[in-house]
């Protein structure tokens, strides 16, 4: 595929390989433990799995496209980098438990010991690297994101397998699960640069639309993937009685019967053959996966508006193609 | 007891009775979650249940004592709550697990998921609540605390089942586990009353050597506490194959066939009748008890004589009885 070497987050790292290349080597040496030699060991599988880095990069993308000429945006880059790692190894621990009630799988390399403490380690050392650039207002930006995102993780616990969950409520875990940590790492891009007041809350609901539309995609892309391409298994969510925005849509459209449905599969989660099928039906019935495709258009959409409010210049152009790349996955 | 009226964390209490009071309204409406409801529901139970307080009753008291005026001592009380907290709630994730593996009871009230995700919600919220006050160096100081606290419990996990393990190890491995958090507690208390740098010093000294002292009696009471007095039961450490500082010192004076012994019931965890008996024999033999004792009561020698370095003050006395008083415990 020729489009592949014009992926635009690809286009970013090549335009920030030298900052990126500064983030790989900070991470490196904040995860070296003189006093726990098992901490670099279980982080280094996920810091250098050779994941896109997104995350970094937005906060680097960010604090160039505001005409930053210092080295603190490598430090933030990083600390998001760590919060995202740190949040990945307790979904571990949250996802282990739900495959011991009888769940599918859990690709889980350590025990739930070492998730969880070289988690809260991750955590700490996020939290010493953004100390360091001395700036207040990052540091409120950053705690705020964090409770969201912990707020969110536990949310979703009590909505997910819950039928009245609607799509404000559905909105308010993405921001958590996702688009908290997007959010922050754009704005504190801005905020270290001393971008004027406006550029700031533009990065900002950049960053929060593109994560929003990022995990909706997800969710769809759950339904109606090529598994092939995407690497899930059509169904996941559905099989880990998980409700998203397609089912979501579907149950706010659904009869008796079809509720009554949903709640077995769902709420009670007693699902036999033909279920999985049968949810397909109900999602096509609604135009479910139509609706929820439509949504993340418009949250790109969105994205691309806000970062046009920034000056003219080619990291700008690079984000505004990141949004249409996140959703021309389902598009 | 007559005693019991005059225990200085009482007076303590007493003392700082108002404050107290106001950390305790702080605490109960930052658990508050909009989105969230389970979470007050489940730190409800960790937050109310009567705790003594200690560590932000450390921060009001050094506060206190530094003629501190502000409010801020109340937030950095309620931060250091809520990270004490926080942290509980992640070991019993942790302890659980060691039950999981055939080991004695963990008294866990809610299931994994809640206590990682309700436990990195109240670090956000402490989080939150440590930027208020708008000084980068408290936030450096509780930084750099939460990784202390995270490294030392990644330490632990490898280091509680080696015989290699000395005291040095331990040390760290304790001040991880309580006098970071001790020390960062009284440090801050001070920092925040812009205290002369010499007195800020020896509150951290204070803070921690009070930890350790604390921790040390903690562990040497289970193997010769008295199990109605302290809810402890002697054993439960060698139960769980935990090498503290008594077996530390057993080990270091052992014989071949003693150390024979050690690397059965704690490093491979094969114990039997009788072992823990013969255990308890074998410290007894090498004044490991008695030599444990000893550093619990220089430790606390060590934390008065740093208070001592406080200005003469009614908070200052307690504090030292404090130190007197953790370690009565045992002598």
């Known amino acids: 595929m020729d489009h592949a070497v014009t992926k635009p987050h690809e286009k970013l790292a090549t335009h920030l390989a030298g900052k990126l290349s500064a983030v790989n080597d900070l991470i490196r040496a904040r995860m ?75 690709n889980l390399l350590w025990d739930n010991k070492s998730s969880v ?41 009590s909505a997910a397998q819950d039928l009245r969950t609607d799509e404000s409520i559905y909105l308010q ?9 997007f959010s922050a790492a754009t704005e504190v891009g801005g905020v270290i640069s001393d971008a004027p007041e406006a550029q700031v809350k533009a990065l900002y609901a950049y960053g929060d639309a593109l994560g929003i539309a990022f995990q909706i995609v997800d969710d769809l892309l759950d339904y109606q993937g090529d598994s092939a391409a995407t690497g899930k298994n059509i169904g996941d969510d559905f099989r880990e009685c998980k409700l998203t925005l397609p089912v979501i849509k579907a149950v706010a459209a659904a009869n008796e019967e079809e509720r009554a449905f949903w709640s077995r599969v769902i709420e009670r989660g007693k699902q036999g053959a033909g279920d ?16 929820t495709q439509q949504d993340a258009l418009g949250w790109a959409a969105k994205a691309k508006s806000e970062i046009a409010k920034l000056p003219d210049h080619p990291v700008r152009q690079m984000l505004g193609d990141l949004a249409d790349y996140v959703v021309t996955r389902v598009s």
């Open 32 to 106: 070296v433990s003189r006093h726990a030699p098992r901490i670099p060991e279980v982080t280094a599988h996920l810091v250098e799995a050779g994941g896109k880095r997104l995350r970094p990069m937005l906060t680097l993308a960010a604090a160039d496209l505001c005409g930053y000429g210092g080295e603190y945006d490598v430090h933030l880059a990083a600390t998001v980098e760590f919060i995202h790692t740190a949040t990945l190894l307790h979904d571990d621990v949250v996802d282990e438990s739900a495959q011991r009630r009888g769940r599918p799988t859990a």
């Open 117 to 157: 403490l070289v988690g809260d380690y991750l955590f700490s050392r996020a939290f010493q690297l953004m100390v360091e650039p001395g700036s207040l207002r990052v540091l409120d930006i950053l705690a705020n994101a964090s409770a969201t995102i912990a707020e969110g993780e536990v949310l979703q616990l």
């Open 173 to 181: 875990i993405v921001r958590g699960k996702t688009a908290a940590l």
């Open 276 to 291: 999985l099928e049968h949810a397909l039906t109900l999602l096509k019935a609604h135009d479910a996966l139509e609706q």
